[in-house]
């Protein structure tokens, strides 16, 4: 069974400081994996994939096969990086291709 | 481009009754998702619509159901309410729906079962 887990509910950081929002995953296929955010009053978004490999708002993932993970980091946390983060995979199960969501983190950056 | 907009935005019913969400995808989407968010479980998978069929389904018991029509809108329907399902609707629309084309979400429709 697909299942992504996000072990934080709650991460609080002060501005200028590293922050990780983790994410553990369950799925016994290869893995297309997702963050996305919500910011307050705004709708839900997509933040970053792993297969583009790339870097938005200064956020990074990186997939880790062997440790069926894919946390979230930024070198420097922003006030305005304070959302609701959430880890997604998309994968095959029983024949119905979906994307299962983790519960989210909780991110508030203080100033 | 308008965003996917979900009508209505706040909805109450009874506990027996039946509701009906409506969905507008982004103009050119071709696949909708319907997602059910609730503070203990989190975003739960309904089902996917792609070119008016029913593509892809969660979990879900059969009083959940949906339908897409011929411009991408779809509905949503819930038979026989019961209280658990009060929660946030969430429909989601993508260019293809694979996965290499990224959910764009709507504002939600929320549920209240008295």
């Known amino acids: 069974a697909q299942r992504v887990t996000q072990p934080e509910k709650l991460l609080s950081v002060f501005k200028g400081a590293p922050v990780e929002l983790k994410c553990n995953y369950s799925?016994?296929?290869?893995?297309?994996l997702f963050w996305y955010v919500q910011y307050s009053r705004q709708r839900l978004q997509l933040l970053l994939r792993h297969i583009s490999r790339e870097s938005i708002k200064g956020f990074t993932a990186d997939l880790n096969k062997g440790e069926t993970s894919f946390h979230l980091k930024k070198p420097f946390a922003q006030e305005e990086d304070s959302a609701m983060y959430y880890c997604a995979l998309s994968g095959t199960q029983g024949g119905s291709e979906k994307l299962v969501f983790g519960k989210g983190t909780k991110l508030t950056v203080n100033p | 481009k308008a965003g996917v907009t979900q009508t209505p935005r706040y909805l109450i019913k009874t506990r027996g009754q039946q509701v009906t969400l409506s969905c507008s995808p982004i103009?050119?989407?071709?696949?909708v998702s319907w997602y059910q968010q609730t503070p203990g479980q989190g975003l739960q998978f309904l089902f996917e619509?792609?070119?008016?069929?029913?593509?892809n389904k969660g979990n879900f018991p059969g009083r959940f159901s949906g339908r897409q029509f011929s411009n991408s809108r779809s509905e949503m329907n819930v038979s026989t309410l019961e209280l658990g399902d009060s929660a946030l609707y969430l429909c989601?629309?993508?260019?293809?729906?694979?996965?290499?084309?990224?959910?764009?979400f709507g504002n939600g429709t929320r549920l209240t079962v008295t």
């Open positions: 619509y792609f070119s008016e069929t029913q593509r």
């Open positions: 103009s050119g989407h071709r696949s």
């Open positions: 799925y016994s296929g290869s893995p297309e």
């Open positions: 989601a629309s993508s260019l293809s729906g694979s996965q290499n084309s990224p959910l764009h």
